[in-house]
């Protein structure tokens, strides 16, 4: 059974970057995209990017110019880098597998998810 | 960029359905998953593509898609349900969140 444990730094100050690390337990970073989403205290989810094995990306427009994410294969760990960072950004940040069937025709959602790492932006 | 849209709130009585919609441009094109969010708990996923329940999901949970809205309905609704669930799509290389309904089971 998969699953996923998280950590960073959760205090920072505006324009600073914010990073966090997921490691894989129990299962292969093969064949699957993995995920950053994160929860403004009281709102939504929000998605915020993927990284595959191969080290393919995709990102929400509305961040991608803030946004790296990046993957260490050896460590099964994948890993988020949001720069500049504001008051705004202050968030439960999660990990999460977004599963693809083995051929990469399938979608099946996002089925594991990390305990969660409370970020607070604040001077 | 793609949008879903929920309900910010429903209610409904122990023993009853509960239906909670998500909206969006042709949605029955894509497949909608949701996730049931507990206070303090990461979410969890209750429906994917469209109508399957993944393994531990009770029967009660159940989801279907059809023209722009996809709907996740729970039979026999439990106080144990009450919690925020969240709609979601695959477009464009990118995963679409719904707003959040809060369900309100009283």
């Known amino acids: 059974q998969v699953q996923l444990k998280q950590w960073g730094a959760g205090l920072l100050k505006p324009s600073e970057t914010l990073s966090l690390t997921c490691a894989v337990y129990g299962g292969s970073l093969s064949g699957n995209y993995w995920s950053w989403i994160r929860q403004p205290p009281g709102k939504g989810l929000e998605w915020i990017g993927e990284i595959n094995q191969r080290r393919s990306t995709n990102y929400n427009p509305s961040l991608k110019s803030r946004v790296t994410i990046s993957v260490d294969t050896s460590k099964k760990q994948f890993s988020l880098r949001l720069s500049s960072v504001t008051a705004a950004d202050t968030a439960v940040y999660y990990c999460?597998?977004?599963?693809?069937?083995?051929?990469?025709?399938?979608?099946?959602?996002?089925?594991?998810w990390g305990l969660g790492t409370p970020v607070s932006v604040s001077s | 960029s793609y949008e879903l849209t929920q309900p910010p709130s429903v209610s409904v009585s122990p023993g009853q359905t509960a239906s909670i919609t998500c909206s969006g441009d042709?949605?029955?094109?894509?497949?909608s998953y949701w996730y049931q969010q507990k206070p303090g708990q990461s979410p969890v996923m209750v429906i994917y593509q469209d109508t399957k329940r993944p393994s531990g999901i009770p029967e009660r949970f159940s989801g279907s898609n059809s023209g722009n809205t996809a709907t996740l309905t729970i039979s026999g609704t439990q106080a144990m349900d009450e919690a925020d669930y969240y709609c979601?799509?695959?477009?464009?290389?990118?995963?679409?969140f719904g707003g959040g309904t809060k369900l309100t089971v009283l």
């Open positions: 999460a597998r977004n599963r693809w069937s083995d051929d990469g025709e399938d979608y099946y959602g996002l089925d594991v």
């Open positions: 979601q799509a695959w477009d464009s290389s990118t995963v679409v």
């Open positions: 042709k949605l029955e094109t894509k497949y």
